[in-house]
């Protein structure tokens, strides 16, 4: 089955702890991105990546660092993570680069920051 | 910088109701456009998408947009609603030269009384 899968769903972590959320899609595709949403600003694009080892800024990329080694994985990797990290978070992935294809998005990752 | 409003930020409506969310982006430009649903509890699904062609799409569900370019706008509209399209609903914009970033609405949550 074609698939975005994020691990963890559910994190609760304190201030300053490093973590790791990581992205995985089985489909092939070329584009990876990192969303975070919150109530009333809609979604958010942390970071994306055209491809393998090619990676840029999104609208929110502070606290925030990815990598991209593999076609198929995206991990969102933050570093000290604070309470104004608190958010759901979406990986998305398609199929190309700068071509309107739809983007899949993974179940969420619901992180609290205490 | 290119921004996408959603002026409405919750809709109540009644089943069979007709509805119409609406959407405008500022972007002067060509653009891709889209339509993102979000059921509680799941993930963002695509509900219909336009990059050129008949400015008139219809997507899933019986959803369709138009592409109204002198409005800059890509409204939504269902001719009869349903309980089961309670859900978040978010209009996306992507513009081609800028390397793949795509940029959300705030989203409408839509409600429907049985």
């Known amino acids: 089955e074609a698939q975005v899968t994020q691990n963890p769903r559910y994190l609760i972590t304190v201030t300053g702890k490093k973590l790791t959320v990581t992205c995985s899609q089985n489909m092939n595709h070329e584009y990876m991105s990192w969303y975070r949403q919150d109530p009333g600003l809609g979604l958010r694009q942390i970071y994306y990546s055209m491809n393998v080892e090619v990676t840029d800024k999104g609208d929110v990329p502070e606290g925030y660092k990815v990598s991209r080694k593999e076609k198929r994985n995206f991990p969102l990797i933050l570093e000290s993570p604070s309470p104004n990290q608190t958010s759901l978070y979406f990986c998305?992935?398609?199929?190309?680069?700068?071509?309107?294809?739809?983007?899949?998005f993974g179940p969420g990752t619901r992180l609290t920051v205490t | 910088a290119q921004s996408v409003s959603q002026h409405n930020h919750h809709v109540i409506l009644s089943e069979a109701a007709s509805l119409e969310l609406g959407c405008n982006y500022s972007?002067?430009?060509?653009?891709?456009l889209f339509w993102y649903v979000q059921y509680p509890g799941q993930h963002l699904q695509l509900l219909l998408k336009?990059?050129?062609?008949?400015?008139l799409v219809k997507g899933i569900k019986g959803f369709e947009a138009e592409f109204i370019k002198s409005k800059f706008s890509f409204n939504l509209r269902k001719p009869s609603v349903q309980w089961s399209d309670t859900a978040e609903y978010f209009c996306?914009?992507?513009?081609?030269?800028?390397?793949?970033?795509?940029?959300f609405g705030s989203g409408t949550r839509l409600s429907i009384r049985p």
């Open positions: 996306a914009v992507n513009v081609p030269s800028s390397a793949s970033k795509i940029i």
């Open positions: 998305a992935s398609s199929l190309k680069t700068g071509i309107p294809y739809e983007q899949y």
């Open positions: 336009y990059f050129s062609g008949d400015p």
């Open positions: 972007y002067g430009g060509t653009v891709n």
